[in-house]
């Protein structure tokens, strides 16, 4: 099995090149944009993107767009690395919650959202 020191390696080699589908790439999409800027999604501690608050047919839609897109890249970067699905999408979670930027939305290790401050957001003791 992957070490936990392998696995964060490759997924921050993974994000930093842009096979995820991260908060940088998804960006692109003007909806998806708005919504983060909007509070309506936040990074999930779970690897995955997930609606804040009330929801929409459109937002769900989008959310389960870029959230099957998501697995499907940490499933195959998983496999490569001998890592579980559950475990490369973590890591990712960590990733992608320590790159949010004040004012964007994120689950904290209790659960709840929080909307990033100046400092560091509050993540899992087991992120790296």
């Known amino acids: 099995m ?3 020191k392998s696995l964060i390696a490759a997924t921050a080699a993974a994000l930093a090149i842009g096979l995820v589908a991260s908060p940088a790439s998804a ?5 998806y944009q708005a919504a983060r ?7 999930k501690m779970d690897g995955y993107l997930g609606i804040v608050g009330a929801s929409n047919p459109s937002l769900q839609a989008m959310v389960d767009d870029i959230n099957i897109r998501r697995r499907a890249v940490y499933a195959e970067r998983a496999q490569a690395e ?13 990733l992608a919650i ?3 930027t004040p004012g964007e939305m994120y689950q904290a ?3 709840t ?6 400092g560091a957001p509050l993540r899992d003791p087991r992120c790296p």
Request: aromatic share 8%; proline share 5%.
């Open 37 to 43: 800027d909007n509070g309506q999604v936040g990074e």
């Open 27 to 31: 960006q692109r999409d003007p909806a």
């Open 98 to 100: 320590a790159r949010t």
């Open 113 to 118: 959202w929080q909307q990033r401050g100046q």
């Open 82 to 94: 001998n890592a579980t699905l559950e475990e490369y999408a973590f890591t990712a979670g960590c």
């Open 2 to 4: 992957m070490t936990r």
């Open 109 to 111: 290790p209790d659960g």
